[in-house]
């Protein structure tokens, strides 16, 4: 039986780190990442584009949970409203398959220590600090499973997820 697995949370809190390592926990699984659907240049956020890169996802994510081999399907953004949440659910809702929202979540002094070591490694741009420590709070109060990422590795963020899962707890209903 398919599931589908999101991985929410700030900017710089491991979701593009972590859900790699989820999937290799449980393979066989695809993952996507919804920043690679805004791959563009210059990167323009217009309704248009918005409407754009939230059909590309429904297609994604329809066609591998529809198709294919793949037991797992796992799907990690940025999503820090629920109404964003249920933008990319909504079109799946009709998918009969179990479902596990998680968010990676940290203190904000852990966060910004994130951010400063990608800045300086060139991976991002100082103007990422402020945005993401802003909307960090919006996590805290979503109707997700709550994952701490403090003081866990990314391996053990991957595996904390992974025995929930196979476990079979946490599932959450539709949005």
């Not at 695809?30 to 429904?58: R, S, Y």
């Not at 600090?129 to 053990?156: A, N």
Request: aromatic share 6%.
């Amino acid at each position: 039986m398919k599931r589908l697995i999101l991985i929410n949370g700030p900017m710089g809190a491991g979701k593009t780190t972590v859900t790699p390592l989820l999937a290799q926990k449980l393979s066989p699984a695809v993952w996507l990442d919804g920043d690679w659907c805004w791959k563009m240049e210059p990167f323009t956020v217009t309704e248009e584009n918005k409407a754009v890169v939230l059909e590309n996802i429904h297609t994604l994510l329809g066609n591998f949970l529809r198709r294919g081999s793949w037991e797992t399907v796992l799907f990690c953004w940025v999503m820090d409203h629920p109404e964003i949440l249920r933008q990319v659910l909504q079109p799946l809702r009709d998918e009969d398959i179990p479902l596990w929202i998680f968010t990676l979540t940290c203190t904000p002094e852990a966060l910004k220590a994130r951010l400063e070591k990608d800045v300086k490694a060139g991976i991002r741009t100082p103007d990422i600090i402020p945005r993401s420590l802003e909307r960090l709070p919006l996590y805290r109060d979503m109707d997700t499973v709550q994952v701490d990422v403090t003081r866990r590795t990314p391996e053990q963020a991957a595996q904390v997820m992974a025995d929930l899962v196979l476990g079979n707890r946490e599932r959450r209903c539709w949005p």
